[in-house]
């Protein structure tokens, strides 16, 4: 039996996140350029989107460029940019065909004209579509959306327009990039590597994390099912006990 045979249906999780690792890897172990990774890496996203459509996933967080991947040689930032770029604009047709709507997160001010350009024309032809919820973390990282939340709760508290009393987790929550959008039921990395690497720390609070040795560009709708199952074989319990959570 298949893991997507055995996956229960009243269980899918309602929001996967997943930190997309390991195209470099793949690449190298192939005798070939990272860029090939990257180019098989795109070709990964399309098949796990089709996936959580099928399922019925209702959103999908991909983190495809950090703020400290602006760190890595020029050459390959310049090819990623382009590449995702690229291929959103080629996307937008397909979402449309399965009713994606098309989100980012991150800092778009230090996008290219273009990207950023691209990117806004995606998410204006695909707002009215009302499935899968398809969120790319682009120029993202967890410590910068933190910030940049405390920045905005702090000016406002200086205007008069907030009281210091009435910060609270529902506020923060409604000042980081992801206001409106349900916390993460599962999070999956691939690669083997075991960290979350600056990614939705707040939202991550209570979600399930899967690791798993497979490279992004191997990652299937076969792997993927792999991870709902074992989701759905755990107990989550935000705190409470098993006696309770049975009630």
Same mark, same amino acid.
């Given at each position: 039996?298949?893991?997507?045979?055995?996956?229960?249906?009243?269980?899918?999780?309602?929001?996967?996140?997943?930190?997309?690792?390991?195209?470099?890897?793949?690449?190298?172990?192939?005798?070939?350029?990272?860029?090939?990774?990257?180019?098989?890496?795109?070709?990964?996203?399309?098949?796990?989107?089709?996936?959580?459509?099928?399922?019925?996933?209702?959103?999908?967080?991909?983190?495809?460029?950090?703020?400290?991947?602006?760190?890595?040689?020029? /050459?390959?930032?310049?090819?990623?940019?382009?590449?995702?770029?690229? @291929?959103? #604009? *080629?996307?937008? !047709? +397909? %979402?449309?065909?399965?009713?994606?709507?098309?989100?980012?997160?991150?800092?778009?001010?230090?996008?290219?004209?273009?990207?950023?350009?691209?990117?806004?024309?995606?998410?204006?032809?695909?707002?009215?579509?009302?499935?899968?919820?398809?969120?790319? /973390?682009?120029?993202?990282?967890?410590?910068?959306?933190?910030?940049? @939340?405390? #920045? *905005?709760?702090? !000016? +406002? %508290?200086?205007?008069?327009?907030?009281?210091?009393?009435?910060?609270?987790?529902?506020?923060?929550?409604?000042?980081?990039?992801?206001?409106?959008?349900?916390?993460?039921?599962?999070?999956?990395?691939?690669?083997?590597?075991?960290?979350?690497?600056?990614?939705?720390?707040?939202?991550?609070?209570?979600?399930?994390?899967?690791?798993?040795?497979?490279?992004?560009?191997?990652?299937?709708?076969?792997?993927?099912?792999?991870?709902?199952?074992?989701?759905?074989?755990?107990?989550?319990?935000?705190?409470?006990?098993?006696?309770?959570?049975?009630?």
């Amino acid at each position: 039996m298949t893991y997507r045979e055995q996956i229960r249906k009243d269980r899918i999780p309602r929001h996967i996140a997943i930190i997309m690792d390991g195209n470099g890897r793949w690449a190298k172990a192939r005798g070939k350029e990272r860029f090939f990774g990257h180019q098989n890496g795109v070709l990964a996203v399309d098949k796990i989107t089709v996936a959580c459509v099928e399922l019925g996933v209702e959103y999908l967080t991909l983190y495809a460029f950090s703020t400290e991947n602006w760190n890595r040689p020029t /050459a390959e930032v310049d090819f990623l940019m382009d590449l995702m770029s690229e @291929a959103i #604009k *080629k996307y937008i !047709e +397909k %979402a449309c065909k399965n009713n994606v709507r098309l989100l980012v997160i991150g800092d778009m001010s230090r996008l290219t004209d273009k990207s950023r350009n691209n990117l806004n024309e995606a998410m204006r032809l695909t707002e009215k579509n009302d499935g899968l919820k398809l969120v790319i /973390a682009l120029s993202y990282s967890s410590r910068w959306e933190i910030v940049d @939340a405390v #920045k *905005k709760i702090a !000016e +406002k %508290a200086k205007s008069g327009e907030l009281d210091p009393s009435q910060i609270d987790e529902d506020l923060v929550s409604n000042h980081l990039t992801t206001a409106g959008i349900p916390d993460p039921d599962l999070m999956i990395r691939t690669s083997g590597e075991y960290r979350i690497s600056n990614f939705l720390m707040w939202q991550l609070s209570y979600s399930e994390l899967y690791f798993t040795e497979t490279l992004w560009p191997d990652f299937d709708e076969e792997e993927l099912s792999k991870a709902i199952v074992d989701y759905q074989k755990r107990e989550r319990r935000f705190g409470k006990t098993s006696e309770q959570i049975s009630k």
